[in-house]
């Protein structure tokens, strides 16, 4: 069954520090994406990145990296140099190919990230 | 640009009373429309999602609907709220191809007194 596990339920960690967010995924399918996305306190999430099966170069944008590896069914991401903005709740998804013909996205239960000053 | 609009931001409703959250999308044509419902502190709960007018598909069954009026008019509804729908309430919209992101609205928190 299709299934992304955050097993990370919260983490703490002083500013300035590198932090990694795991996400580790259960799919069937050779075609499918990941994603992840940041819910800020004010509760909307926010796109950050889409990743497909067939493309697993590593990917940098500013201070965030995210490392897809399929041999371990994992597509984790990492802030490097934390800052107190980036304090959410960090959800990773699937998108897969649903049985009804179209498709669904599967959520993980979610990292809070708490960077303290 | 695409934009999606919810609302309203919070509602107090008491137990039994009828709901109607609205969700409208602008600027994209024929998209799909998702309802999700965010327990605190919890993960995101897919409730109903739709691919075009009038088509509604149900994830969990429960005590609310869903309909989609026109392509870009999502609407969740109640008749009678129980405490156990409390809750925060997000819409989002994705372009009809897999591997398109999901867009969220800003939310609405529910609070069922």
């Known amino acids: 069954a299709q299934k992304v596990t955050q097993a990370q339920t919260e983490i703490s960690v002083v500013e300035k520090e590198d932090v990694t967010l795991d996400c580790v995924y259960e799919t069937r399918d050779t075609t499918y994406y990941l994603f992840w996305y940041k819910q800020p306190p004010s509760g909307e999430l926010v796109f950050l990145i889409r990743?497909?099966?067939?493309?697993?170069q590593n990917e940098i944008s500013g201070r965030y990296s995210w490392n897809f590896q399929k041999s371990t069914s994992s597509f984790n991401f990492t802030i490097t140099a934390s800052q107190v903005v980036d304090s959410a709740v960090y959800f990773c998804?699937?998108?897969?190919?649903?049985?009804?013909?179209?498709?669904?996205?599967?959520f993980g239960t979610g990292t809070r990230l708490k960077v303290l000053a | 640009s695409q934009t999606i609009h919810q609302w309203p931001a919070t509602l107090v409703q008491p137990v039994g009373s009828p709901l109607s959250l609205e969700c409208t999308v602008e600027g994209t044509s024929n998209p799909n429309l998702y309802w999700y419902r965010q327990a605190a502190g919890r993960g995101l709960q897919l409730l109903f999602y739709?691919?075009?007018?009038?088509?509604i598909s149900s994830e969990v069954p429960q005590n609310l609907s869903a309909s989609r009026p026109q392509d870009r008019q999502f609407i969740l509804s109640s008749k009678k709220l129980l405490l156990s729908d409390s809750g925060f309430y997000l819409c989002a919209w994705s372009g009809d191809s897999l591997g398109q992101p999901q867009h969220f609205g800003d939310g609405t928190r529910l609070s069922i007194l």
């Open positions: 990743r497909n099966s067939f493309d697993e």
């Open positions: 998804a699937l998108s897969e190919w649903a049985t009804s013909g179209t498709y669904k996205y599967i």
């Open positions: 739709s691919v075009g007018i009038g088509q």
